[in-house]
């Protein structure tokens, strides 16, 4: 997405040069008109390109088309053939209420960087991108198929991957496409109860007071998979540790542990260390969050640390992180309900 708004800001460059060229009265008013764009997820290039027929066509790749429509900039994006986002650059530079009156009906996950939105109904992911006063709103297609949903014989079906908070369509982590430790260490870690996925702040009080995230708001697996995914439990995975056989094992170049379930099958789950802020520790062990919290006054969630000794949850066996605050950054390894 954020390759497609740097697109569309060097359009909106030539567009605005070519439009300071134009005749008009000095003390016209200008009419506005939000641009309520096609959030017809699945459509092909063909359908959007005829409802955008009236438009002049700035671009016109495999994967995108980009408009300009009374001083706006509109981009459609596909992923394999299918329109999955829509961004709108306005033609001039609006107050904030105006925009927000395009999301009636959405529910705020998130204000850190952008604002983040999101509406169930329609699966559609919406930020607002705030640059000088100048906004970039977008609407992004979630619920797609991220991962498979393996049965290991247990009371959830496991994700086969991690997930992933990268760009480019990288949907999952895991050792098969990571490309390097900063892919791994950017992207794969997030702080606890998080539905954005982005944020570095290490405040605590920037993060959800819950005693469970699993399947609310504050879910990033939820938020960014849909469907039936959700943040595991802590009981969750208590079962995949007593009920499963664990083998370290190493996959191209990465280490971590096969589980093997009661019925045969299995999924791997790597190493990955955690996050406090922008800094990255014990890249050789495993921190994977679940989504519930410890019970008392205690601000530590469950989190299951692993090392090629010993695994548990928060067991203090694995040095480095046993007790974590929620601000730190660790793996989501989603599961569905059968």
């Given at each position: ?13 030539l567009a605005c040069f070519s439009s300071c060229n134009d005749e008009g009265e000095e003390n016209a008013i200008p ?119 393996v049965d290991l014989g247990l009371s959830v079906k496991w994700a086969d991957v991690n997930l992933d908070m990268g ?151 694995v040095s480095g992180l046993a007790y974590p605050f929620k601000h730190f950054g660790c793996a989501i390894r989603p599961?569905?309900?059968?």
């Amino acid at each position: 997405m954020k390759n497609i708004t740097l697109l569309i800001l060097s359009l909106m460059a030539l567009a605005c040069f070519s439009s300071c060229n134009d005749e008009g009265e000095e003390n016209a008013i200008p009419q506005y008109s939000f641009f309520k764009p096609y959030l017809e997820w699945g459509s092909s290039k063909t359908q959007i390109a005829s409802k955008m027929a009236d438009c002049v066509v700035l671009l016109d790749t495999d994967n995108t088309l980009c408009y300009q429509s009374e001083g706006e900039t509109i981009a459609y994006a596909f992923k394999n053939g299918k329109l999955n986002t829509v961004v709108v650059i306005p033609e001039r530079a609006l107050p904030l209420d105006e925009i927000l009156l395009a999301f009636n009906g959405y529910t705020l996950l998130g204000e850190y960087d952008n604002m983040v939105y999101l509406n169930e109904q329609s699966n559609t992911i919406a930020e607002i991108e705030d640059s000088n006063g100048f906004y970039t709103i977008s609407w992004s297609q979630y619920g797609l198929d991220m991962a498979n949903a393996v049965d290991l014989g247990l009371s959830v079906k496991w994700a086969d991957v991690n997930l992933d908070m990268g760009y480019d369509d990288y949907a999952a982590l895991t050792p098969e496409n990571i490309q390097d430790d900063m892919t791994r260490y950017f992207n794969g870690l997030i702080g606890w109860g998080d539905p954005t996925g982005i944020k570095k702040s290490e405040i605590e009080s920037d993060y959800p007071k819950a005693s469970s995230i699993s399947g609310t708001i504050y879910d990033v697996a939820k938020v960014k998979w849909g469907g039936k995914w959700r943040v595991a439990t802590q009981s969750e995975f208590q079962e995949l540790i007593s009920a499963c056989i664990w083998i370290w094992e190493e996959r191209n170049g990465y280490y971590g542990y096969k589980v093997i379930g009661p019925n045969g099958n299995s999924i791997f789950l790597p190493t990955t260390g955690y996050r406090i802020g922008l800094s990255w520790y014990s890249s050789d062990k495993g921190y994977y969050w679940t989504g519930t919290m410890r019970p008392g006054t205690s601000p530590y969630p469950y989190v299951l640390n692993f090392d090629k000794a010993n695994k548990g949850l928060n067991t203090s066996s694995v040095s480095g992180l046993a007790y974590p605050f929620k601000h730190f950054g660790c793996a989501i390894r989603p599961v569905q309900d059968e």
